[in-house]
């Protein structure tokens, strides 16, 4: 599994996440729409006029093949997220009405990032590798919780981060003596 240690998502980037079966089948979704459309639905004595069907096909065959790609996508970033791919990909699929989709979305893990000293796949709030031990994030060293850079207390427990303090500004009565 290929870990990228990035901040910035671009949409290039999450659409050559989409295997190419989900393009495929993508493909056919929306082919098949037109010709089920066109060809057995012209047939019929009640049919729609030709505009209408071809209207149709077009927003029948976008919705499904939308529908394949996401499935495509959740089941490669769940692999790329550490959980499990067969599990999301079969909500995904058997939650009815894009439920799923909408399911995974909400319940997905962060992406993982790289250690920069050994390599190792970690979760982004860790503080330490647990490969190496190297420090990820600043943290207050009473409560561990994790703390900006800037900090000069912890937000959490109060404790001073041990930070050099700025020197006050000069008071306007020791500026004049």
């Not at 079966?21 to 037109?34: E, K, P, T």
């Not at 030709?50 to 096909?57: C, D, F, I, Q």
């Not at 850079?149 to 700025?166: H, S």
Request: net charge positive; charged share 15%.
């Amino acid at each position: 599994m290929q870990v990228r240690s990035e901040k910035n998502i671009r949409l290039s980037d999450e659409l050559s996440l989409i295997p190419a079966w989900a393009w495929s089948l993508a493909a056919l979704a929306f082919g098949g729409m037109q010709y089920l459309l066109d060809v057995f639905v012209a047939h019929q004595p009640d049919a729609p006029p030709w505009w209408a069907r071809v209207l149709l096909g077009l927003v029948a065959g976008t919705l499904l093949g939308c529908y394949f790609l996401l499935i495509g996508y959740v089941n490669r970033d769940a692999g790329r997220r550490g959980m499990s791919r067969l599990l999301w990909t079969l909500v995904a699929i058997l939650i009815p009405n894009g439920l799923g989709i909408i399911l995974y979305f909400v319940l997905r893990q962060p992406r993982l990032s790289l250690c920069p000293q050994c390599g190792n796949a970690v979760q982004s709030g860790f503080n330490f590798c647990p490969q190496c031990n190297r420090k990820l994030h600043s943290s207050c060293p009473q409560c561990q919780h994790a703390v900006g850079d800037n900090d000069t207390y912890c937000p959490y427990c109060g404790v001073a981060l041990g930070k050099p303090d700025v020197p006050a500004p000069r008071q306007q009565s020791e500026m004049r003596g």
